[in-house]
């Protein structure tokens, strides 16, 4: 209740924490649509998607870790900050204004994956910011900026799920995206801390762009990264497996599907705020090794349970470990290199990308191999190495 308290309370905590909600209001309702706006919509297929996909990614990464080290560099976070939302403000407009195939491709793939940058100044934002207080609140306050950027999608998938069934266009989403990305401007350019005047000593970090790529790549960090990677890709192998085995051959539908992925995350989101104060004194590495293990059991068991009432039963690991999952390694990334909170934060852009690759490779070799169930066996291995391989390491 403390974390919440400073970040109701606190200006910057507060104007982070409302930027991350409308963040997370932005990405739930253009998400789940990407795939069909691009097959159906604008016509570029399969093979178009997973090229604007990859498209999408690299952008986002590039573009996550360019305006980390630049708002280091400068100590301009604001700045910064402002032209991300702007460039998703632009995105947004384009497609509500002048749709069509080639807009929508400079949208989905350029400009809107550049608005990702927002998410990891979020984070610098509120590490700078909680240097003020206590050190054992630091991972309070993260959980709660990350709990509001779950929370949108307790709310506002449902809201979707009843005005397309209403009849309304998919398209709907840009127009209602852009009140939201304006909002988004809004609460930054009245809200954010001027540059130069923050509460906080932030001093530019002197460093030049190859520099600062080099620390970032440097063994030890890049290591841990990608054994971070590994831990949450598990959770992109249960987002691509959830609607493939919740099939009509085992008495299950896309409403299951809906409801089951709501569950999780609207569990989640009570699970992120407790638990800082659950696992105070708890090393960060044994708690994602926890975690993993937590979540590796609703992964490996839905496939397994699917057919059967008990597979509800899995929301509760899925939840607890995804909570865990999904908050611990924000903190550890930003320590990583605590002295580049944007820096450190883009790590988490990276950290997401190695999951991507790594839940990749084991869908295709899952898949080869036998089928969804061996998928999430591989996915679920991979995640409690990555997590055994962090803790081994922090430990030595």
């Known amino acids: 209740m403390s974390a919440i308290r400073l970040c109701l309370t606190d200006p910057a905590l507060r104007a982070a924490g409302l930027v991350m909600a409308l963040q997370g209001a932005v990405v739930c309702s253009f998400g789940p649509y990407f795939s069909t706006l691009a097959v159906n919509s604008y016509g570029f297929g399969d093979h178009g998607f997973a090229i604007l996909l990859a498209l999408s990614s690299l952008v986002s990464v590039a573009a996550s870790v360019i305006g980390g080290i630049r708002a280091d560099q400068t100590a301009n976070r604001r700045k910064v900050t402002l032209l991300a939302v702007l460039s998703l403000v632009l995105g ?56 509001l950027f779950a929370a949108p999608f307790v709310v506002v ?3 979707w799920s009843l005005a397309f069934a209403a009849g309304a266009s998919v398209t709907l989403i840009f127009p209602v995206a852009l009140l939201l990305s304006a909002a988004m401007l809004a609460a930054v350019l ?17 460093l030049s762009f190859r520099a600062a790529l080099a620390e970032m790549g440097r063994l030890p960090i890049a290591a841990r990264v990608v054994a ?5 890709g598990a ?23 809906a409801l089951y992925v709501g569950l999780v995350a609207g569990l989640e989101v009570p699970f992120m705020l407790v638990l800082p104060t659950l696992a105070r004194g708890i090393p960060r590495t044994r708690l994602i090794f926890g975690g993993a293990a937590l979540y590796g059991i609703h992964v490996a068991l839905l496939p397994v349970l699917v057919g059967s009432p008990f597979v509800w039963l899995l929301v509760i690991p899925a939840a607890i470990g995804g909570a865990v999952t999904l908050t611990v390694p924000i903190a550890y990334l930003q320590d990583l290199l605590a002295d580049r909170p944007g820096a450190g934060a883009s790590l988490m852009a990276v950290q997401r990308l190695a999951g991507d ?26 995640s409690l190495v990555g997590a055994a391989g962090l803790w081994a390491a922090d430990r030595r």
Not at 192 to 206: I, Q
Not at 228 to 232: D, P
Not at 358 to 377: D, N, P, R, S
């Open 92 to 147: 947004t407009l384009l497609m509500s204004v002048t749709p069509g195939p080639m807009v929508f491709a400079l949208a989905a793939a350029v400009l809107i994956p550049i608005s990702s940058i927002t998410f990891g100044q979020v984070f610098a934002l509120a590490r700078l910011a909680a240097t003020r207080y206590p050190p054992d609140h630091r991972d309070g306050i993260m959980a709660v900026i990350r709990a």
């Open 157 to 159: 998938l449902p809201l």
């Open 190 to 206: 009245r809200l954010w801390p001027a540059d130069g005047s923050t509460p906080w000593h932030d001093r530019p970090s002197g």
């Open 228 to 232: 971070l990677g590994a831990v949450t």
């Open 235 to 257: 959770s992109t192998i249960y987002m691509a497996i959830i609607s493939l085995v919740m099939t009509a051959e085992v008495g299950r539908g896309t409403a299951d599907v």
């Open 357 to 382: 690759v790594i839940a990749a490779l084991c869908f295709a070799l899952g898949t080869t191999l036998a089928g969804y169930g061996t998928v999430a066996l591989l996915g679920v291995a991979v």
